[in-house]
């Protein structure tokens, strides 16, 4: 299921929140056109701040935020680090406590992956992982930081970790009725995701207000077969900034997890 939830929702980590068990509502959705669906922007911006409240069946249990830190050198690359931190707020973490951190080092002229990090604290689980994306071998080093094991796995050429696949797709120009295919590397394992681009609609989130946004279904292939563990889909603004707006995953072999859902409530630009 982990596995799953990473590959989809990138963002969809629980972080620091208010204690409570309010509702939340889903976001209205209106038939009447999108309007005007810009071009978007094609690079990624420095200093943007996404803010997401999560909640799980409709009970809030943490917020998620996603940050492009920095333009940096990485390897005699340029690179975006774009960084995604977790944390379960203090009614969920009375019960099971996430204070996790991702890390991408995003290609700013392909926006592909060249560097990974995942610190997760889940429970009593702990991972350390740094991957490196070896593009002219064609590998990826996976080195677990807390054992000192280090692990090779095949990659393509054009190979995405979670967050840079995200971020990825914010930047194409995509239109209802495309087809989005990407891959995207995790745990030494290489998983076609594809997102199809149904309609648009206009959207209204409380804290955000009113816009037009494309609705996108993602699933994914592993070794020729779709995974059938969980349906996700999501909102993205039509505008050139094309928002992360709002993004629900539903598990089904685990029922009675039922649906998680992350839905933006802040943007943020230094």
């Not at 939340?24 to 669906?37: D, L, N, W």
């Not at 990659?155 to 120009?173: C, G």
Request: contains cysteine; hydrophobic residues 40%; glycine residues 6%.
């Amino acid at each position: 299921m982990k596995k799953f939830l990473l590959m989809l929702l990138p963002v969809i980590m629980l972080v620091s929140g208010c204690a409570g068990t309010a509702k939340i509502r889903r976001p209205s959705v209106s038939e009447v056109s999108a309007g005007k669906v810009a071009l978007p922007t094609a690079s990624l911006t420095v200093g943007e701040k996404f803010t997401f409240l999560v909640a799980w069946k409709g009970i809030p249990v943490g917020r998620a935020t996603a940050t492009v830190e920095s333009l940096m050198n990485f390897k005699e690359y340029e690179v975006y680090k774009v960084v995604v931190t977790a944390k379960t707020n203090k009614f969920l973490s009375k019960l099971f406590r996430v204070e996790d951190t991702f890390t991408s080092y995003v290609d700013k002229e392909k926006l592909i992956s060249r560097h990974y990090e995942a610190i997760i604290r889940e429970g009593r689980y702990k991972k350390d992982l740094v991957v490196d994306y070896d593009l002219d071998r064609g590998i990826a080093i996976n080195t677990n930081l807390l054992d000192g094991t280090v692990k090779e796995s095949p990659i393509e050429k054009d190979v995405h970790d979670p967050i840079s696949a995200a971020y990825s797709l914010r930047t194409m120009p995509i239109k209802v009725g495309d087809e989005v295919r990407m891959t995207v590397n995790l745990n030494e394992k290489n998983y076609k995701v594809i997102a199809d681009v149904e309609k648009a609609a206009r959207i209204d989130l409380p804290k955000v207000g009113e816009f037009g946004a494309f609705l996108i279904r993602p699933y994914v292939i592993l070794e020729g077969k779709r995974q059938k563990r969980g349906k996700a889909w999501g909102y993205l603004s039509t505008d050139k900034k094309r928002l992360a707006a709002y993004i629900a995953v539903r598990v089904l072999e685990i029922p009675w997890i039922g649906e998680v859902t992350a839905t933006l409530e802040k943007v943020e630009y230094r």
